[in-house]
T-cell receptor, first 114, second 112 residues
């Protein structure tokens, strides 16, 4: 079945450091790919998405590129802030009509220290 | 404020008790979902409703039932709660298959 694998956390970075959170997926065809962020005590918020190969999603300084050849969707940010401390989830929706299930990775906790 | 509203935010149940988690969205979304979040497990889909009048099982449906009451509301019922159902439950909605989901703020349920 479809699955998403994220790098294990927690990840601790100093403010202004470069962030990469790795995400790879297993799915047939061309799934849609997403990154969600969960701040402490809150629900998940959509951070960015990409729906076809080579698309780049971006939001709030975060970027991720849909790489079909490596089945990856790594999240990057050039300079993290303390306010970016949260749990980040990579997710996919399979391609094909009637595919509604958003399948999540297990999440990566990011802590940014001043 | 537009979004997904879940009630209650916290609940403690005794083993064997029943309860219903409520979810409502005011964005005119067609599809609604119930997920549970457990440490180290990510989020797992319990049930979903692709459109008003339809419901389908997700990855972990055992011990749960759902009702899509109308386009706005999608409830999750635990008929006989078990400690294994201790979790944080999230309701979500979406406009379509490839749109992002909007999540509620969650219900933290403890079964003792």
């Amino acid at each position: 079945g479809d699955s998403v694998t994220q790098m294990e956390g927690p990840v601790t970075l100093s403010e202004e450091a470069f962030l990469t959170i790795n995400c790879t997926y297993t799915a047939t065809g061309y799934p849609s790919l997403f990154w969600y962020v969960q701040y402490p005590g809150e629900g998940l918020q959509l951070l960015l998405k990409a729906t076809k190969a080579d698309d780049k999603g971006s939001n709030k300084g975060f970027e991720a590129t849909y790489r079909k050849e490596t089945t990856s969707f790594h999240l990057e940010k050039g300079s993290v802030q303390v306010s970016d401390s949260a749990v980040y989830f990579c997710a996919l929706i399979p391609s094909g009509a009637g595919s509604y299930q958003l399948t999540f990775g297990k999440g990566t906790k990011l802590s940014v220290i001043p | 404020n537009a979004g997904v509203t879940q009630t209650p935010k916290f609940q403690v149940l005794k083993t064997g008790q029943s309860m219903t988690l409520q979810c409502a969205q005011d964005m005119n979304h067609n599809s609604m979902y119930w997920y549970r979040q457990d440490p180290g497990m990510g989020l797992r889909l319990i049930y979903y409703s692709a459109s008003e009048g339809t419901t389908d099982k997700g990855e972990v449906p055992n011990g749960y039932n759902v009702s899509r009451l109308n386009k706005r509301e999608f409830s999750l019922r635990l008929e006989s709660a078990a400690p294994s159902q201790t979790s944080v439950y999230f309701c979500a909605s979406s406009l379509g298959q490839y749109k992002g989901y909007t999540f509620g703020s969650g219900t933290r349920l403890t079964v003792v």
